[in-house]
T-cell receptor
Framework: EDKVVQSPLSLVVHEGDTVTLNCSYE??????LLWYKQEKKAPTFLFML????IEKKSGRLSSILDKKELFSILNITATQTGDSAIYLC?????????????FGQGTILTVHP | NAGVTQTPKFQVLKTGQSMTLQCAQD?????MYWYRQDPGMGLRLIYY???????DKGEVPNGYNVSRLNKREFSLRLESAAPSQTSVYFC?????????????FGPGTRLLVL
């Protein structure tokens, strides 16, 4: 059975701290890994990773994939209160017409002023 | 361009009642999805529609039916609601069946079944 495990499940930091969110996966026919940010509404897309070792960056956020060790990390530097959210890791698999998505439980990040 | 819209935003049902959750997208996407999100469970796929005229079961389809009314609209129906269906429901769409495509989510519908 495909699964995605995120850690930690929750994290509390202060503004300015750097955080690393972890995601490990076991997915048959793995194709890509996606990170979403979910605030008090629907998830919004952050990154899609398909190749190992290539870091993707967007402002203070960055992410990298290790397809050999089957994990990904999401880094947030100089955190702000606006970064408080649930961060979802999603593994995408091929082999079917829709490309199965397996979601992790999410990491709840709380950033205090 | 509103993206993905869902109605209603919140609903309370009694056990055994039926209702339909509506979803529409204006991005001309081919594929649409219904998920439920429960604490500690992540998002789980209920049904999806790879293209207009087709629907398929996802991970947790029991107790639900769907209808892809046209390219824009994808509805989710609960024929006889149960407390276990209390959840937040998200509709999503993507240009193609999700492979290398980003899914765009609606704002969600909070459903409480008493």
């Amino acid at each position: 059975e495909d699964k995605v495990v995120q850690s930690p499940l929750s994290l509390v930091v202060h503004e300015g701290d750097t955080v690393t969110l972890n995601c490990s996966y076991e997915v048959t026919n793995f194709r890509s890994l996606l990170w979403y940010k979910q605030e008090k509404k629907a998830p919004t897309f952050l990154f899609m990773l398909t190749s190992s070792g290539i870091e993707k960056k967007s402002g203070r956020l960055s992410s990298i994939l290790d397809k050999k060790e089957l994990f990904s990390i999401l880094n947030i530097t100089a955190t702000q209160t606006g970064d408080s959210a649930i961060y979802l890791c999603v593994a995408n698999a091929g082999g079917t017409s829709y490309g199965k998505l397996t979601f992790g439980q999410g990491t709840i990040l709380t950033v205090h002023p | 361009n509103a993206g993905v819209t869902q109605t209603p935003k919140f609903q309370v049902l009694k056990t055994g009642q039926s209702m339909t959750l509506q979803c529409a997208q204006d991005m001309n996407h081919n594929s649409m999805y219904w998920y439920r999100q429960d604490p500690g469970m992540g998002l789980r796929l209920i049904y999806y529609s790879a293209s207009e005229g087709t629907t398929d079961k996802g991970e947790v389809p029991n107790g639900y039916n769907v209808s892809r009314l046209n390219k824009r609209e994808f509805s989710l129906r609960l024929e006889s609601a149960a407390p276990s269906q209390t959840s937040v429901y998200f509709c999503a769409s993507s240009a193609q069946p999700s492979g290398q495509e980003t899914q765009y989510f609606g704002p969600g519908t909070r459903l409480l079944v008493l």
